[in-house]
């Protein structure tokens, strides 16, 4: 107990705040949103099973998992934690195709800019440089399937439904 008043939980119980709550180091007088969320996903009684079975200087990190959780789980009930993460991955692929799009195009400009070689110069084992000729160059986008950003994107044509 910090001071004369309860801690967030013991307030939010409506019960007497004890000198050894497991509670009060967690969750301050000041933030009983906190602990409301947590009581509200988790519940008092497991919570508390939960940091007793773990050593003291875990609970901090507990703590901060159970509230993140929790909040998690109050905007998503279905998904929670999982919905988030599965969120961002999806937007790091979106990214990282971005930037392959990207790196395509500066690659297709850096080829535009350098002069064009004879075919008769040309070695014909070297598959890089047949790929990324003057002929290929307006085609590599294709090739690495990918629209580029200077060319037209279409929606894809739409489709009647069955029960309409």
């Given at each position: 107990?910090?001071?004369?008043?309860?801690?967030?939980?013991?307030?939010?119980?409506?019960?007497?705040?004890?000198?050894d709550c497991i509670f009060s180091?967690?969750?301050?007088?000041?933030?009983?949103?906190?602990?409301?969320?947590?009581?509200?996903?988790?519940?008092?009684?497991?919570?508390?099973?939960?940091?007793?079975?773990?050593?003291?200087?875990?609970?901090?990190?507990?703590?901060?998992?159970?509230?993140?959780?929790?909040?998690?789980?109050?905007?998503?009930?279905?998904?929670?934690?999982?919905?988030?993460?599965?969120?961002?991955?999806?937007?790091?692929?979106e990214l990282t195709m971005q930037?392959?799009?990207?790196?395509?195009?500066?690659?297709?400009?850096?080829?535009?800019q350098e002069p064009t070689l004879?075919?008769?110069?040309?070695?014909?084992?070297?598959?890089?440089?047949?790929?990324?000729?003057?002929?290929?160059?307006?085609?590599?986008?294709?090739?690495?399937?990918?629209?580029?950003?200077?060319?037209?994107?279409?929606?894809?044509?739409?489709?009647?439904?069955?029960?309409?």
């Amino acid at each position: 107990m910090g001071g004369n008043s309860p801690c967030a939980s013991c307030k939010l119980l409506r019960r007497r705040c004890a000198k050894d709550c497991i509670f009060s180091p967690y969750f301050p007088p000041d933030d009983p949103h906190k602990f409301a969320i947590v009581h509200k996903v988790f519940g008092a009684s497991n919570v508390s099973k939960m940091l007793q079975e773990l050593p003291v200087h875990q609970r901090a990190d507990a703590v901060s998992s159970l509230v993140y959780e929790a909040t998690a789980r109050i905007r998503d009930p279905v998904y929670g934690c999982v919905g988030a993460i599965s969120y961002l991955q999806n937007q790091v692929s979106e990214l990282t195709m971005q930037l392959a799009v990207a790196q395509a195009e500066i690659l297709c400009i850096q080829m535009q800019q350098e002069p064009t070689l004879p075919m008769n110069q040309i070695d014909p084992v070297d598959e890089k440089s047949l790929l990324l000729s003057a002929t290929n160059f307006n085609n590599l986008p294709q090739y690495l399937g990918f629209a580029s950003s200077s060319s037209v994107i279409q929606d894809p044509p739409k489709r009647e439904s069955l029960w309409t």
